[in-house]
């Protein structure tokens, strides 16, 4: 820069481009490694409107084929310092505190490692699973089948919880009542003292997040 070299300026960028290069692989294998890209101040270097946007001017051939004009009009001869801000990049541990904006020498706190490097993170617990139950079963049976074949109950149940019990009701009366697990399962109810009329298959879930029943009635017949 300070030899108005335009074509040795931007072999400096690329060597520096090379440079980050190997710092990132590096850094593929030492996470712990924090990267910060800068420089020490900004030039008067700028990119211009043709030969006659400013003081030395330099036109080269873009990648593109089409001209670039760089001037360097902080004095005749020579480029000198400017005051414009200039970029600062990082990458790694401690690279949330480089911002936009910051500082140079504020840089040098947070290569030592800030503290704390990361945020206190507030863990809220997840609400418990509102609990859910269904149950399958015939719209019939008769006294006999009840008796020796029994009643088969399928239950499905959901939602985290703890306790899942089926109780076979006439009336007020309970006739059976069995557990199963968590999940629900098949159940076979067998009993000699349902009468005609109708029993019903009371499914009950509970857990940490409340409780869920679910309720099938069933016509008992003599036959």
């Given at each position: 820069e300070h030899a108005s070299d335009i074509c040795g300026s931007i072999g400096d960028v690329y060597e520096i481009d090379q440079a980050v290069k190997v710092a990132l692989d590096y850094q593929k294998e030492n996470p712990d490694t924090l990267i910060i890209v800068t420089g020490d101040h900004s030039h008067s270097t700028q990119i211009v409107g043709g030969s006659?946007?400013?003081k030395?001017?330099?036109?080269?051939?873009?990648?593109?084929?089409?001209?670039m004009s760089v001037a360097y009009s902080t004095q005749d001869s020579g480029?000198?310092?400017?005051?414009?801000?200039?970029?600062?990049?990082?990458?790694?541990?401690?690279?949330?505190?480089?911002?936009?904006?910051?500082?140079?020498?504020?840089l040098f706190a947070t290569m030592l490692g800030r503290a704390p490097s990361t945020l206190p993170v507030k863990t809220v617990p997840a609400a418990p699973l509102k609990p859910a139950i269904t149950a399958f079963t015939g719209a019939k049976v008769s006294q006999g089948d009840l008796r020796k074949k029994g009643l088969k109950v399928v239950v499905a149940a959901s939602g985290g919880n703890s306790r899942v019990s089926?109780?076979?009701?006439?009336?007020?009366?309970?006739?059976?009542?069995?557990?199963?697990?968590?999940?629900?399962?098949?159940?076979?109810?067998?009993?000699?003292?349902?009468?005609?009329?109708?029993?019903?298959?009371v499914s009950?879930?509970?857990?940490?997040?409340?409780?869920?029943?679910?309720t099938k009635t069933v016509k008992v017949t003599r036959r």
């Open positions: 006659s946007g400013g030395q001017t330099a036109t080269i051939k873009t990648a593109d084929g089409d001209p480029s000198a310092h400017t005051g414009t801000q200039i970029r600062v990049a990082a990458s790694g541990p401690q690279a949330a505190n480089v911002t936009g904006v910051i500082d140079q020498t504020d089926v109780a076979l009701m006439q009336g007020k009366k309970t006739l059976l009542r069995k557990t199963v697990g968590s999940r629900g399962g098949t159940l076979t109810f067998k009993t000699s003292k349902a009468k005609t009329g109708s029993i019903k298959v009950t879930v509970s857990g940490a997040g409340g409780k869920a029943t679910s």
